[in-house]
């Protein structure tokens, strides 16, 4: 296994299969590199449905994610991420238009601490993946602003974002995703960094703060994010896998023609059940 650097932050990790590089070493150190730089990107991979899942259940319990619609058949632990239809039904989730900076899950209460994403079909342009580094984003702010960020919580909703960038839930998941408040600076459970933990996509606001002063509070701190120092853009080639942290990193997608095809299969990683509850 080799690694290499991708730009601003993130590492390719090369000689490796993920089929089949399941020892117990490998899986340690990729682990660890995944914790510290927020972005493992493994080209080449040649992955059936069962591989995906089998090497991400290597790092944690996958969870099923509630839109049920858009799962694999044969594999619930897989979300479909595509612009594909299936007699006249799109086959899974997000389409083929411009979806903003987000953390998987962030509204759940045991929020993920993980994705991986595969690619099966790609446009010939657009549609790349954008990555933030949010442990970078907080480690970089001068101490004052750490400190009066201290001790606040940030509300989550799979509602707002559904609204802006996604379709509804129906009853039954609107019922399992419930709004949700967590730190606005959280501990990531391996690594034990302090990642600033909010998006634009799905947090909804700073718990018990007048609306006006924490929409500037979170536009504030979300411009400091997104300055290019802590981003990495991807530029998917086919049979890339991405695996990003969700502790300390937050992703957009870019749109794409529609007439081309994407096709994305996901899983979704969760933490070990003593590390889930962000803190
Ligand atoms: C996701 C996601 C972006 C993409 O699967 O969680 O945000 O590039 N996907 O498809
Ligand atoms: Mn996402």
């Not at 590199?33 to 493994?42: K, N, R, S, V």
């Not at 759940?108 to 954008?130: D, F, Q």
């Not at 400190?147 to 940030?154: D, H, K, N």
């Not at 070990?272 to 509850?277: E, I, K, M, S, T």
Request: glycine share 6%; charged share 25%; with cysteine.
């Amino acid at each position: 296994m080799k690694t290499r650097p991708l730009e601003n932050f993130g590492v390719e990790v090369s000689d490796i299969d993920l089929a089949r590089d399941h020892d117990p070493a490998t899986v340690d150190a990729l682990r660890w590199l995944w914790a510290e730089h927020g972005l493992l990107l493994f080209r080449d991979q040649t992955l059936e449905e069962k591989d995906i899942v089998d090497f991400s259940a290597l790092f944690g319990a996958l969870e099923i994610h509630v839109r049920e619609e858009y799962l694999a058949p044969d594999h619930p632990e897989l979300l479909i991420v595509s612009n594909l239809k299936k007699n006249g039904e799109p086959i899974g989730i997000l389409s083929d238009h411009e979806v903003g900076w987000h953390h998987d899950q962030i509204y759940r209460k045991h929020p993920a601490v993980g994705s991986l994403l595969y690619s099966v079909k790609i446009p010939p342009s657009g549609g790349n993946t954008g990555f933030c580094d949010l442990a970078a984003a907080y480690a970089a702010l001068p101490d004052n602003r750490k400190a009066s960020l201290e001790g606040l919580r940030a509300m989550h909703s799979y509602a707002y974002f559904n609204k802006r960038w996604s379709e509804p839930t129906n009853d039954q998941q609107t019922a399992m995703t419930p709004d949700i408040t967590h730190p606005l600076i959280r501990t990531h459970p391996i690594s034990s960094k302090k990642a600033i933990y909010a998006d634009p996509g799905m947090t909804a606001g700073i718990e018990g703060m007048p609306e006006d002063e924490s929409a500037e509070l979170l536009q504030g701190l979300y411009e400091w994010c997104l300055q290019p120092r802590f981003m990495y853009d991807h530029e998917w080639q086919l049979g890339d896998a991405l695996m990003w942290d969700n502790a300390s990193t937050m992703h957009r997608r870019g749109e794409f023609d529609p007439t081309a095809e994407r096709l994305m299969k996901r899983t979704t990683i969760l933490p070990r059940a003593d590390l889930a509850v962000p803190f």
